[in-house]
């Protein structure tokens, strides 16, 4: 999502829509010579995944876990194991080319203070709203740095003449550890200490020591938690009934894959509108009454949806929101901003509808 700023100009309201689709494309926002142009916002989701990555790596000595650890089924090769955690939904609203509108400049009115985002979006007429702050994504947390079992390996050990007689002689010394670590805990060391906090400073010690030499037998699992974003945006012309769509892949060996690789398992996204959309009225009187209207500021009416995401297996998550794409464009009418009556608005920035009016 794009980082917001915020514009304020002095202006007279008469909303008119921009001519040009052409022109919409190229125009930056902020004050031209026939006012000010700003956009109404379409719903866009940011689509936030967040996994465990776990990455096992064999041992050096695996080939003899079993004959001098009794160790079974080590693993012999590296592997990669993704497990996906949760996923969530991040709305916010983006410009929309088909809702362009200018606020002309008007002599002899009421000066109103628009406040527009950095690209575009109307979010506030006659008070400074700020734009809203990108919501923080969860952190990536790393793996845990792995253990090296050669650094408690001894003269002796480094200096054997195969891997078969090194492997041997980690196997004694984790052997030695272990018998040292259970003569302190039965206080039958000869250097047993009396405080308990030496004590397990001790047995902390020699629990690093075999861990490190064991890794070397029976591999080591370094698990990390990982962060992946993405955007998805619901089209306009959902179906009533609502629209089953492929969101993305996820794959246990590759995690998030390509949405057209196959070795990713398939999680589908389901928007589907609710309530209903007034009918269209043909009527002379109500059109007429409409075009005086649109010499106000137009403002979105968003519809709400229920928003499904799942595999074939399970539902990862279920939420309604609204979505502006498949509401309506309404408008308020200039009346509201004349000379004698200042009225203040605040608009949703993901949607375009009327927060705040007072």
């Known amino acids: 999502m794009k980082r917001k700023l915020l514009y304020t100009c002095a202006l ?10 052409t022109e919409i494309e190229r125009f930056q926002p902020g004050v031209t010579l026939e006012g000010v142009n700003y956009f109404l916002p379409k719903t866009v989701f940011e689509v936030v995944l967040t996994a465990e ?16 650890l009794r160790l079974k089924d080590v693993p012999t090769v590296e592997s990669t194991q993704w497990t996906l955690k949760s996923l969530s939904l991040m709305p916010y609203g983006v ?3 088909t809702k362009a509108y200018s606020i002309k400049l008007r002599a002899k009115t009421s000066a109103p203070l628009v406040s527009l985002t950095d690209d575009g979006l109307l979010i506030g007429i006659n008070a400074e709203v700020s734009p809203e702050p990108a919501p923080a994504l969860p952190q990536r947390v790393p793996a845990p740095k792995a253990l090296n079992g ?3 390996m001894t003269h002796d050990i480094l200096s054997a003449g195969s891997t078969a007689k090194m492997a041997q002689l ?5 052997y030695d550890i272990r018998d040292s670590r259970n003569a302190l805990v039965r206080g039958e060391a000869d250097n047993t200490p009396k405080d308990g906090a030496q004590l397990k400073l001790m047995l902390d010690n020699l629990d690093q020591q075999s861990a490190a030499l064991e890794s070397l037998f029976k591999g080591q699992t370094l698990t990390s938690t990982e962060v992946v974003s993405f955007d998805y945006e619901p089209s306009a012309t959902i179906e009533e009934g609502g629209t089953r769509q492929l969101l993305c892949r996820f794959s246990r060996r590759l995690g998030l894959v390509a949405i057209d690789d196959l070795s990713g398992e398939p999680i589908w996204i389901t928007v589907k509108p609710l309530g209903s959309l007034p009918p269209a009225v043909n009527d002379p009187d109500v059109a007429k009454k409409k075009a005086k209207l649109e010499q106000g500021v137009y ?3 968003p519809r709400r949806a229920q928003v499904t995401i799942s595999t074939a297996s399970q539902t990862l998550l279920t939420t309604e929101l609204p979505i502006a794409q498949l509401g309506t464009t309404e408008v308020l009418s200039d009346a509201l901003f004349n000379k004698k009556l200042e009225t203040r608005v605040a608009l949703y920035q993901h949607t375009g509808s009327v927060k705040t009016i007072e």
Do not use: C, H, M, W
């Open 170 to 174: 980690t196997a004694e010394e984790i």
């Open 12 to 21: 007279a309201l008469a909303a008119l829509p921009v001519a040009a689709q």
């Open 53 to 68: 990555k776990a990455v096992t790596k064999p041992g050096e000595f695996a080939a003899y876990a079993d004959r001098y």
């Open 299 to 301: 403002v979105n009416q």
């Open 95 to 97: 410009p929309d080319s």
């Open 150 to 152: 050669r650094d408690y």
